[in-house]
């Protein structure tokens, strides 16, 4: 420890500017995930704040939720076994509010379950997003679809859908509008996943959300940046030691020579290494939670202590194994040809 802590301090310019790359990539991965984290919540925020169960579609929508129609015989058989079970319909649409203006929205109508918002026929609930838009309870606002007006009755958190406010309807309101009897979706709290129905196709919550359009592809997109920067910290780490140990070939001969063994060596690279991970990680982790706070509502950023604490530990993870790695060449120095060449 004393050994690697007087290299710090007489090679301070090299572990700074190490120690800036680490903390500006884990800075930029922080930022990204907590981005990745923000737009998963945006596009589907009304599917993955429900308790894990089982969603089923009809089988000919071909995963295609809003191509699907349940067969009303089969959904009352469900709903009838099943306290717990929904059934709904999702479908993107758009409200006009009272100047007119067009405001675009995610449609939800349910049956059989207090999951989602129950109102009455005329009424509505919208996500808070509205509110802040502008939108207030009693406000009366229209559909050119819907032969009456929808009166606000409330606001609901976080309640997106496909990036849009999700609009909670009657299901009397809500056939009219898109002129269909069947619903959608049926949905079972906890549900068995091998409890089959015919004509109808069962999905997970996880698997359900790759159905959604975009989704899937935005956050494999997202995820790949994240875990490309963090293997680019650890090429960083294992390029780093690797030069510093080629510089001190000499010093490791010398060191062997007197007794010190391979593996304090090492303690003494991981000792450096963790120090300066450390450092880097509580700054960026301070900033990009700092930006948390000061981020914009209408920027879908969310970076929550569970993702930080696992890119922490992936980051020093990564930077162990880098370092380890680098210093292979250490175990391969001989004492007297170490001493023979010199440090550089």
């Given amino acids: 420890m004393n050994i690697a802590w007087k290299e710090i301090k007489r090679n301070k310019v090299r572990f700074l500017i190490l120690g800036s790359i680490i903390f500006l990539v884990s800075l930029l991965t922080f930022i990204i995930s907590g981005l990745a984290n923000g737009l998963s919540q945006d596009n ?48 993107m649409g758009f409200l006009n509010d009272e100047t007119d203006k067009q405001r675009s929205v995610a449609f939800v109508a349910s049956k059989g379950s207090n999951l989602f918002e129950n109102v009455k026929s005329g009424e509505i609930v919208l996500d808070r ?20 007006k929808f009166v606000v009755k409330g606001f609901v958190d976080q309640k997106k859908y496909s990036h849009a406010p999700v609009a909670y309807i009657n299901l ?33 919550k996880k698997d359900f959300l790759n159905t959604i359009p975009s989704y899937n592809a935005e956050q494999m997109s997202l995820n790949m940046i994240v875990w490309f920067l963090v293997v680019i910290s650890g090429m960083l780490f294992a390029i780093f030691f690797y030069m510093m140990n080629v510089q001190k070939i000499g010093l490791y001969g010398i060191l062997k020579a007197i007794g010190v063994k391979t593996s304090l060596l090492f303690k003494m690279m991981w000792t450096q290494m963790f120090f300066i991970t450390t450092i880097a990680l509580l ?16 920027m879908p950023f969310s970076l929550t202590t569970n993702t930080t604490v696992l890119l922490s530990l992936v980051f020093l993870i990564i930077g162990f194994i880098g370092a380890t790695l680098s210093g292979m060449q250490i175990k391969k120095v001989e004492p007297l040809q170490a001493i023979q060449q010199g440090e550089v």
């Fill in 172 to 204: 009397k309101d809500y056939k009219e509008i898109y002129q269909v009897e069947e619903m959608q979706l049926i949905f079972i709290p906890g549900g068995d996943q091998t409890l089959n129905f015919p004509n109808l196709q069962l999905f997970s």
């Fill in 283 to 298: 700054l960026s982790i301070a900033i990009s939670h700092v930006f948390n706070i000061i981020a914009p509502n209408e």
């Fill in 129 to 148: 997003s509205l509110e802040e838009a502008g939108i207030k309870i009693g406000d009366i606002l229209n559909n050119n679809q819907y032969s009456g």
């Fill in 44 to 91: 589907a925020a009304l599917i993955k704040d429900l308790p894990n169960g089982v969603f089923y579609m009809n089988e000919e929508a071909e995963e295609t939720y809003n191509l699907s129609r349940i067969d009303s015989s089969i959904q009352d058989e469900i709903l009838g076994k099943h306290n717990d079970a929904a059934a709904l319909s999702i479908q």
